[in-house]
């Protein structure tokens, strides 16, 4: 069991400075600093004053990212009081999922020393409460996750909290839309937590074999439909891609799927399928990386923790419509048998592909989950999500997924998605002329084009496996692997798109 799944969560409609708490955490933006009636004067007065002059004192402006902590003495039910800057965001970030609400309460929670986490909501409108609460609880819980797996006992750090409130107005307290929004909240995080696990494992302990059973257990505790195919079953569903990247390795490779199968008429509709790319190790293969690029390749089987990781999410939500989650993994290797540049591969559907880079495997594992997919599942929607590419981090920077396919209502579900989660997301085009690159003297395709535009180029290369199903791709080099701690998100392995990937579930119309 994580930590986050270990943490008791409540709705408060308490007043907040009558909360009994280790910390009491409040969201300010810039604005109510100096607002002579606002909930800061009450709460400078009970403080003798002195919250104020710390706030002076400390230079505190409310900006995105501040945080000033005191000691009540005794002056307030709660021993600490904390003060989460939210910039000129006086509505939370509402256009942006709440986001920096999200990280706000991230940030308290890592302020806080045990006992209760209270975190108050800042004043919105009764409609945006439930929202806003889900976000404050899946920051919170999220900023409490610590990954020490490797580290002694004595050497692991205490828990932050044991027990959050989430502070709504009174009545809103006991609204079923806000209590079920702050569930959620809690399901999620404890989803992310799950990824962020697998992701941050060594590469020799989360093997293919590992992520497969990791996979099945999570399918078995959540009522999912769950098959594992190994090696031989791999090679007779004709994945030539697949096989040829495994070839280096001695681990063996497995082939992963996940069902959500609805009752009664509803499992015939057209599923939604979700892959995710799952190379458990990425030396480069026989185009081996230099050393610094290895160092974080433990964590390029991110985007299959984040679908496995949804599929427990979609399994309590119940869809009515069926779900597929489902991935490919293996190591690239450079073994006496690795595949070589020059070889050239034929996939599922019967394309052949000239090998020049073999550090460009994981298009060629996705574009047979992807044409293995459209064939047997016929989808209504199919979206991968892999960290594919440094060009889309030279693009985007480390925070933001490349969100690339074919305009369409999959495309633009999954940017919607994106931003009621509060994941960030830009949609970059698939300029036709980049397609150009991919086209091979002795093949049907080559598995690289020039190095200018590369996040595209892997996209087209993709597309032309998904044959005309309605399909989006998620980028997620980026924001997969933090390099250091930033709110709610850890140093580490992220979990980086499950949200958005129930979010495109949860607002997924059936056809």
């Given at each position: ?494 979990g980086f798109a499950v949200r958005t990937l129930v979010e495109f579930v949860r607002g997924w119309k059936p056809t």
């Open positions: 069991m994580s930590r986050t799944e270990a943490i008791a969560v409540d709705v408060s409609g308490a007043a907040p400075l009558s909360i009994r708490a280790g910390l009491l955490a409040i969201p300010v933006a810039a604005g109510e600093l100096g607002d002579r009636r606002g909930r800061l004067r009450e709460l400078d007065r009970r403080l003798g004053g002195h919250l104020l002059a710390a706030v002076r004192a400390e230079r505190f402006e409310a900006k995105a990212g501040e945080l000033l902590v005191l000691p009540t003495l005794g002056r307030l039910p709660a021993e600490r009081v904390a003060l989460l800057g939210m910039g000129a965001r006086a509505d939370g970030g509402e256009e942006a999922g709440f986001e920096p609400l999200r990280m706000a309460a991230g940030r308290a929670a890592r302020a806080a020393r045990g006992g209760l986490l209270a975190v108050a909501l800042p004043e919105l409108a009764p409609g945006r409460i439930a929202a806003a609460a889900r976000a404050v609880a899946e920051g919170a819980l999220l900023g409490a996750y610590r990954f020490e797996a490797y580290r002694r006992e004595a050497k692991r750090a205490p828990r932050p909290f044991d027990r959050l409130a989430v502070v709504v107005p009174g009545p809103q307290a006991r609204a079923a839309e806000v209590r079920a929004a702050v569930e959620l909240g809690g399901a999620l995080a404890g989803a992310v937590a799950w990824a962020r696990d697998l992701v941050n494992l060594g590469p020799s302990e989360c093997t293919p074999t590992r992520l497969a059973s990791a996979a099945a257990r999570l399918a078995a505790d959540a009522g999912l439909e769950c098959t594992v195919r190994g090696p031989r079953q791999i090679a007779a569903l004709g994945m030539g891609m697949f096989q040829g990247v495994t070839r280096g390795s001695a681990e063996a490779p497995r082939l992963v799927t996940l069902v959500h199968r609805p009752r009664g008429a509803a499992a015939r509709r057209r599923p939604v399928v979700l892959i995710g790319k799952a190379i458990t190790f990425d030396s480069g293969g026989l185009s081996l990386k230099p050393t610094e690029s290895m160092v974080t390749m433990h964590s390029d089987m991110a985007g299959s923790a984040a679908v496995v990781a949804a599929m427990k999410v979609v399994a309590a939500l119940a869809p009515p419509f069926p779900v597929v989650g489902l991935f490919g993994a293996c190591e690239n290797m450079p073994g006496g048998r690795a595949y070589k540049p020059s070889d050239v591969l034929t996939a599922f559907d019967g394309q052949t592909v000239e090998v020049t880079n073999t550090d460009a495997e994981g298009r060629l594992v996705l574009g047979d989950l992807l044409a293995w997919a459209a064939a047997t599942w016929k989808p209504a929607a199919m979206i991968d999500v892999a960290t594919l590419t440094g060009a889309c981090m030279v693009a985007l920077g480390p925070t933001t997924a490349g969100l690339l396919g074919p305009d369409g209502p999959v495309v633009d579900a999954v940017a919607a998605a994106a931003r009621r989660a509060g994941e960030d997301v830009w949609r970059l085009p698939l300029v036709e002329a980049l397609a150009e690159q991919l086209k091979s003297e002795r093949a049907d395709l080559k598995n690289t084009g020039d190095r200018m535009g590369g996040a595209i180029s892997a996209a087209h290369f993709l597309a032309a496996f998904a044959r005309g199903t309605p399909w989006a791709h998620l980028d997620i080099a980026g924001p997969s692997h933090a390099a250091k701690e930033r709110g709610y998100v850890p140093a580490g392995g992220t």
